[in-house]
């Protein structure tokens, strides 16, 4: 410390400030302060749930998830038997979560962007359906929508004795109160090489569209890139099934007894779930794309006209991809959204992460303050996750500035 | 979604610290300080706890409280019912929210050890059956492989179900929902081809279905689901209250006294039936209790016989026989301890 005979003598000889008035310094002090009050509030926390479970007899730790779970789970992604442990329990649920959260993306996706386009149409009844379909889906709570769904619509489908179906006899598809049946693929010995031809279809479809830019960079000639790709990824798998003789057979679903066997199915709650969600998220979505559309001046597309560009190029290449800067923040948000909400598949008895986990298991074990925490950790993993995918996703298609 | 938020409120209870008034501290104080009991129940079971249409409570795990109310203060009327599901109902115990939960909830090793709970008797004795459609044919549950079972989440039932199947080499699909009602409809939507539960819990859903006469209860029980009310552990003043409450309710039809002539019982010479209504010894104030508790508990409530014709009984809808639940005088199991 330097010595101190007036105001100014705060900096010493050397011309530093003393640490007292540093801000610097000072700003220092009370981050790492307020960082051990953090620290403290958690620690007590966590200490005191601990004596309190302690105290009331309530077990706790995480050594049930190495138990078995003995009970029976209707749609699993992995093999999962009663006498799986719960921690295989818990990636049954998570699956569940996950597949019902990527699907319905996909969905909300698609009929948000038809839908946003179609509300900017000039035809009259195009437009009036989309905006209808907007106000009547987002206005309505999504909770009310599954208990529709499920409820009102797939609850009230006959059963598979209902629809008259012969005993034993093969069905291709059949919608009835079970679920949707399709006819399963079944692969044969010799079957990967189909997998392998559609992987490198992709592939080439990537290069060939990376090939065509740098040629029309160049030279200026176009090349049609969409119809080869889809040539290829249809044409490829076909060669490679046909050469390892039709390694490939349907097998169909028919009535046993009570339920339907075999096939391939969808239940009806997954399947209510998902409309639900994809439905009403899309409505949303609607919205933002109709926005972010909007957002792109008018003399953006007459300065293409202009140039002689036409109307269809000059959406693709004007319009959408300087709507998409406006889109892609808000339809974060939107996936999130999506995401979470699936949780209400515990209403309608789709056995998801909150249903099994936060639910039959919690009830078996006891243990909320685990199951609850770690449920919560993992809506937050995915939320984060989704919004890191994105995030990438928007700096992609960001505005390069110069 | 009532239920997780439920869940997550009693979890950060817990781990704020507020369980401790759950855990430890004297339950008789804060009833006696807020006025009335906080029981849990069901969402709806008829003859065990079921609103009607004036939103009273009614049934046998109702009547209980009644009792533990007529008991503390003398009105059975003063109880608040917290209706809870399946999968809410410890938590909402552990964390304090009530304070005796008498919901037709089975007692088990696990629920009894590692909960923190303890069992204070049981209330009614029960098994697992299953419920079908007349119209499929069926008349053993041995012959139910391949079905899809609806079934309510959190429950024994989810696990002797599991149980069951697998013990006879049998297939099913189960169809799980949290809430009762959700089961109900689902089952009388045809969603699936059998009901499972505690088999007085399918004679009083049954009476719920567009078309009772359609459906039967098939004759195999699968499990013992004794059923009675639940306290927290660590707080035995609490926990001898509501077990005692249910023993006079016994003793009480053992001796023959009943709501009716409770007041003549009075003038009883038998030593019995003078400790029982507190006219011989101080049993109330060894439960923190007046003198007179068991005698309000018959009085306003009556004892175990006229509770369960009155709600279960041959009188009611449900027509249950008290097969097992008859006293063990008459040949079933319901056996109180004496009080002296």
Redesign the interface.
Known sequence: MAHQESVASDVDDSGRVSLMNDPKARGLVFQVLLIIAVIYLVYSGVTNAIDNLARAGIASGFGFFGERAGFDIGQSLIPYTNDSTYLRAFFVGLLNTMVVGLIGVFFATIIGFIIGLARLSKNYLVQKFATVYVEMLRNIPLLLQLLFWYKAVLSILPSPRQVGLEPGAEVVFSLNNRGLYMPRIVPEAGSSLILYALLIAIVAWIFIGRWAKKRQMATGQQFPVFFTGLGLIIVLPLLAYLVTGMPLSLEYSSLQGFNMVDGWVIQPEFMALLLGLALYTAAFIAEIVRAGILAVSHGQSEAAYALGIRPNLTSRLVIVPQAMRVIIPPLTSQYLNLIKNSSLAVAIGYPDLVSIFGGTVLNQTGQAVEVISITMLVYLTLSLLTSAFMNWFNSSVALVER | ?K??IL??V??VA????L??T???AATLDDVKAKGFVQCGVSTGLAGFSAPNDAGDWSGIDVDLCRGIAAAVFGDASAVKYSPLS??ER??AL?SGEIDVLSRNTTWTM??DT???LNFAGVNYYDGQGFMVRKS?GVNSALQ?????VCVQ???TT??N???YF?ANDMT???????KLE?VN??YD???C?VYTTDQSGLYSIRLGLSAPDEHMVLPEVISKEPLGPVV???DDQWFNIVKWVHNAMLNAEEMGVTSENVDEMLNSTDPNVMRLLGKEGTFGDSIGLSNDWAYNVIKQVGNYGEMFERNVGASTPLAIDRGVNALWSKGGLQYAPPIR
Request: cysteine-free; overall charge positive; glycine content about 14%.
């Open positions: 979604m239920k997780k869940s997550a009693a979890g817990v781990v704020a610290g369980g401790a759950g855990a430890s399946a999968k410890f938590t552990q696990s629920r590692q909960l923190g499929l139910l492989s391949g079905a899809s989440t959190g429950t989810e696990l179900l599991t149980d697998k099913y699909n189960p169809v799980v929902f949290e959700e409809a689902a939507a045809n969603r081809d927290r552990q660590g």
